[in-house]
T-cell receptor
Framework: DGGITQSPKYLFRKEGQNVTLSCEQN?????MYWYRQDPGQGLRLIYY???????QKGDIAEGYSVSREKKESFPLTVTSAQKNPTAFYLC???????????FGSGTRLTVV | GQNIDQPTEMTATEGAIVQINCTYQ??????LFWYQQHAGEAPTFLSY????GLEEKGRFSSFLSRSKGYSYLLLKELQMKDSASYLC??????????????FGKGTKLSVKP
């Protein structure tokens, strides 16, 4: 079955370390997105990519980086520059014409 | 600017009906979505409205008025498993973010016995 896979589900890192969150989809979707969710904040857009080898900053891109070398993959790196990285991270994708999003199951990152 | 408002929390009784409202102001409009999200899980798609009116799908219905920038999600015959957060999202069409969804902060619904 087609879907979008995020790994790992839980991730612990020490402060000051970079960490990369994986997002893979086999839906043949063009657009992919990374959101961060904090309690009471809703979903906030970090980065998005509408085609391979191109991506755009969202509302809260500082301290994050992404790449889109393949259509199926859109990894997110949380760098040491991100001041408050502990959060629930959601990856999503959508096809053309754009419809609703398909979400991955999320990665809960805890920085200690 | 972009602004999507929905109540933070609501409580309802099992078997009852509840209406969750959403108002929005966005630059360009190309559809409104409702998602359900249980704690610690990914959002799942509930409904999509692009034209004015009511869309019914089982126990869930969604209404849209584009002129008023207003939508609601109606949940009938509430069940305990309906306890979740409900996210309203608007798809923009203008600017560099074609097709992106803008999310409200979500409404946490608690269903009591």
């Amino acid at each position: 079955d087609g879907g979008i896979t995020q790994s790992p589900k839980y991730l612990f890192r020490k402060e000051g370390q970079n960490v990369t969150l994986s997002c893979e989809q086999n839906l043949n979707h063009d657009a992919m997105y990374w959101y961060r969710q904090d309690p009471g904040q809703g979903l906030r857009l970090i980065y998005y990519s509408q085609i391979v080898n191109d991506f755009q900053k969202g509302d809260i891109a500082e301290g994050y980086s992404v790449s889109r070398e393949k259509k199926e993959s859109f990894p997110l790196t949380v760098t040491s520059a991100q001041k408050n990285p502990t959060a629930f991270y959601l990856c999503a994708s959508t096809g053309r014409p754009p419809k609703g999003y398909t979400f991955g199951s999320g990665t809960r990152l805890t920085v200690v | 600017g972009q602004n999507i408002d929905q109540p933070t929390e609501m409580t309802a009784t099992e078997g009852a009906i509840v209406q969750i409202n959403c108002t929005y102001q966005t630059s360009g409009f190309n559809g409104l979505f409702w998602y359900q999200q249980h704690a610690g899980e990914a959002p799942t798609f509930l409904s999509y409205n692009v034209l004015d009116g009511l869309e019914e799908k089982g126990r869930f219905s969604s209404f849209l008025s584009r002129s008023k920038g207003y939508s609601y999600l109606l949940l009938k015959e509430l069940q305990m498993k309906d306890s979740a957060s409900y996210l309203c999202a608007v798809r923009e069409i203008y600017g560099g973010s074609q097709g992106n969804l803008i999310f409200g902060k979500g409404t946490k619904l608690s269903v009591k016995p």
